[in-house]
Each structure stands twice: as C-alpha cells, then as structure tokens.
C-alpha cells in the first residue's frame, strides 16, 4: 500500500512539473495567455517584472522536464542517485518556495510589492497551497519505500 502511495505521489507532483514546463514551453512562442500582457504576466506568475522570452523560458522547461522524469523514476524505484539528487532539490525548491510564500502571505513583502493584488491572491490562494501539498508529496517519493526489483 505505501508504494502505491508513493507512486501516486510521484504521478501527481511528475504531472504537474510536466504541466509547468508546456506552460514555459507556451510562453516561450511570446503568448501570454493567461494574461494580457508579458509584464501582467510576469507580475502575476513571479511578483516582478521578469522577461518570459525563450532565452528565459526555455531553460526552465527543459528544467522542469528531466524534473518531472527523475520524480517519476524516484516514485516507480528506478533512476538510481540522480533520480534521487534531482527529486531532493525538487523537495527543497518547494520548500523553499511554500516559506517564502508563506513570508509573503504574512506581510513580509520585501522586494515583491510592485507585484500588485493579483500576486498576492494568487499565492495564497494556489501558489503556496500547491508548493505545501506538492512539496509533502516530493518528500514521500524521496523518502518513501521502493518496491522490490524483481529478478528476471
């Protein structure tokens, strides 16, 4: 039962890395859906203003991608140390993530008040529930137990 849950986890937090990185990937063709501009964008997604062009993006997808392959090894007991080292530092960019989304959410805001309402409501309502819930699930998956390899 634990490793079905493991793998469940994995499933889910490797689903949504593979979403963020077709989102980059969107990005990348200079839409900006969904907002009406890249500086609405950037303020919405990050807080401040942030270039979403290819140079920027694209390395974030590619990011995001082996991401989400190395959390679906993890959870299915494959992929071995770099599986693992990469699922660690998915589990600590969360973290880190959901605290500092947690800073904000209680009023330590420095640096990020230009980002306006919309940031604000954002992380609080979906940025740092997901980084909680997410970063919970990378944690299992890095810790959690590893079916059996069975020998052929």
Request: hydrophobic share 55%; net charge positive; aromatic share 6%.
């Amino acid at each position: 039962m634990a490793v079905l849950t493991t793998r469940r986890a994995g499933q889910a937090l490797a689903a949504l890395l593979a979403a963020d990185a077709l989102a980059h990937l969107y990005w990348a063709t200079g839409a900006t859906w969904p907002a009406a501009d890249a500086r609405t964008l950037s303020l919405a997604v990050l807080g401040a203003e942030v270039p979403f062009t290819p140079p920027v993006v694209l390395p974030l997808a590619a990011a995001l991608t082996v991401a989400s392959a190395a959390v679906a090894a993890r959870a299915h007991g494959r992929g071995g140390r770099p599986a693992a080292l990469i699922t660690g530092a998915v589990t600590a960019g969360l973290g880190v993530r959901a605290l500092a989304g947690a800073g904000w959410a209680l009023g330590l805001d420095a640096g990020i008040r230009e980002a306006g309402p919309g940031f604000h409501q954002l992380n609080l309502l979906l940025y740092t529930p997901l980084c909680v819930g997410f970063g919970g699930a990378a944690l299992r998956v890095l810790r959690g137990p590893r079916p059996e390899r069975v020998a052929a």
